[in-house]
């Protein structure tokens, strides 16, 4: 199993900024890809960023430009920088982890329980 603690977010108004981070735990996993989704009340999930232990990123084009993904591999971390925020980025975003279980090679996806962040004009 492996454990999402999330921290960040809360209310700004429009052309603020705000930093979310996320850090993983788990024993006999190892990290893939790291990311951050947000949901808008009755919208579907979606992307923000995300960022592969290669260091490999990608934005979704509403934040490009904007937002920031960074990721510690050493202390299993990811942090969302996010500027010129916008009404249109509230949302409740979620932190999303791949990670590989050792002793089987199987991969698991896991999420953070949310945390809200609103942009006020």
């Known amino acids: 199993q492996v454990q999402l603690v999330e921290s960040g977010g809360g209310s700004v108004q429009a052309g603020g900024s705000l930093r979310l981070s996320c850090a993983a735990s788990g024993m006999w996993f190892t990290i893939n890809a790291m990311a951050w989704y947000r949901q808008d009340p009755g919208k579907q999930r979606e992307l923000v960023a995300e960022v592969t232990s290669g260091g490999s990123i990608n934005y979704a084009d509403s934040v490009k430009g904007r937002f920031t993904i960074s990721r510690d591999n050493a202390q299993n971390t990811v942090s969302l920088q996010m500027n010129s925020l916008k009404p249109e980025d509230t949302a409740v975003y979620f932190c999303?982890?791949?990670?590989?279980?050792?002793?089987?090679?199987?991969?698991?996806?896991?999420w953070g329980q949310g945390t809200q962040v609103t942009v006020s004009s």
């Open positions: 999303n982890v791949l990670a590989t279980r050792l002793q089987t090679g199987t991969m698991y996806a896991y």
